[in-house]
């Protein structure tokens, strides 16, 4: 019976933080875009990769460029395969609580941002976000895990 609590509770931690971490995400992003002085339809995090629905876009600023200047390079795609990685991480994360291995936690954290650290680099507003999700990523995994670690001791 241990072994279905703690698949199922992986299971909650890397399939149930996914729509979680999207919520947060479009939350924040709201509040962002609600701040004084910003533009509500420009949103510079926009230009990245949107990977609940699969689409890459980018929206554009309300002023068009002017007619004289060659169309400036679209800026280029940034945080791929975010879905795939917030999958793994809270999947590595719930294993690290669950096997009572926080220090691994630290692992991950290292391994994502030195990964990302040269897009991020780049463009802070994929910066915030990536900050955001992964927080929200990992406190919903940690959430799951330790729920599934009382269920044990109970039991």
Same mark, same amino acid.
């Given at each position: 019976? %241990? !072994?279905?609590?703690?698949? /199922?509770?992986?299971?909650?931690? +890397?399939?149930?933080?996914?729509?979680?971490? +999207?919520? !947060?995400?479009?939350?924040?992003? =709201?509040?962002?875009?609600?701040?004084?002085?910003?533009?509500?339809?420009? %949103?510079?995090?926009?230009? *990245?990769?949107?990977? /609940?629905?699969?689409?890459?876009? *980018? *929206? *554009?600023? =309300?002023?068009?460029?002017?007619?004289?200047?060659?169309? +400036?390079?679209?800026?280029?795609?940034?945080?791929?395969?975010?879905?795939?990685?917030?999958?793994?991480?809270?999947?590595?994360?719930?294993?690290?609580?669950?096997?009572?291995?926080? !220090?691994?936690?630290?692992?991950?954290?290292?391994?994502?941002?030195?990964?990302?650290?040269?897009?991020?680099?780049?463009?802070? =507003?994929? =910066?915030?976000?990536?900050i955001i999700g992964t927080l929200?990523?990992?406190?919903?995994?940690?959430?799951?895990?330790?729920?599934?670690? +009382?269920?044990?001791?109970?039991?």
């Open positions: 019976m %241990d !072994v279905l609590w703690i698949v /199922l509770g992986l299971a909650v931690a +890397a399939v149930g933080g996914w729509p979680v971490t +999207a919520a !947060v995400l479009k939350v924040a992003r =709201a509040v962002e875009a609600a701040r004084p002085g910003r533009d509500p339809r420009y %949103d510079p995090a926009a230009d *990245q990769v949107h990977e /609940l629905t699969g689409v890459v876009g *980018q *929206q *554009q600023p =309300a002023v068009p460029p002017l007619p004289a200047r060659p169309p +400036a390079p679209a800026p280029p795609v940034i945080l791929r395969g975010g879905l795939v990685i917030g999958f793994l991480e809270r999947l590595a994360v719930a294993t690290a609580v669950l096997a009572d291995e926080p !220090v691994a936690i630290a692992y991950v954290v290292a391994i994502k941002g030195l990964g990302r650290y040269a897009e991020l680099k780049e463009t802070p =507003a994929a =910066a915030e976000r990536f929200t990523s990992m406190l919903w995994a940690v959430g799951a895990a330790v729920a599934v670690r +009382a269920a044990l001791l109970q039991g």
